[in-house]
Nanobody, 114 residues
Framework: VQLVESGGGLVQAGGSLRLSCAASRGISSFRSMGWYRQAPGKQRELVASITIGGSTNYKDSVKGRFTISRDNAKSTVYLQQDSLKPEDTAVYYC?????????WGQGTQVTVSS
């Protein structure tokens, strides 16, 4: 399975981006999909996740600003990022899990200027 992220870029504080993660096969078999991020010198951390049933989970600092969604027909997961802050700057990675394996995308850079 390949996961390909897109939609990152440079944006001013307060702006918005929509990240996309396109899977090379149908995503309905994944029990969970999510977005992680890693800033320079920091550990990779979970930002948001969504289960096959549609339940969502968010890192506290992004609640109310980020929204994760999935489109099974397009085999794509999205992360809508609003009210971006400089501390959101990081490489964002898409993640997909089955009961046997975890898959990762190559990452997309998000840079928020103050």
């Amino acid at each position: 399975v390949q996961l390909v992220e897109s939609g990152g870029g440079l944006v001013q504080a307060g702006g918005s981006l929509r990240l996309s993660c396109a899977a090379s096969r149908g995503i309905s078999s994944f029990r969970s999909m999510g977005w992680y991020r890693q800033a320079p010198g920091k550990q990779r951390e979970l930002v948001a996740s969504i289960t096959i049933g549609g339940s969502t989970n968010y890192k506290d600092s992004v609640k109310g600003r980020f929204t994760i969604s999935r489109d099974n027909a397009k085999s794509t997961v999205y992360l809508q990022q609003d009210s971006l802050k400089p501390e959101d700057t990081a490489v964002y990675y898409c993640n997909a899990e089955t009961i046997y394996r975890t898959f990762w995308g190559q990452g997309t850079q998000v840079t928020v200027s103050s």
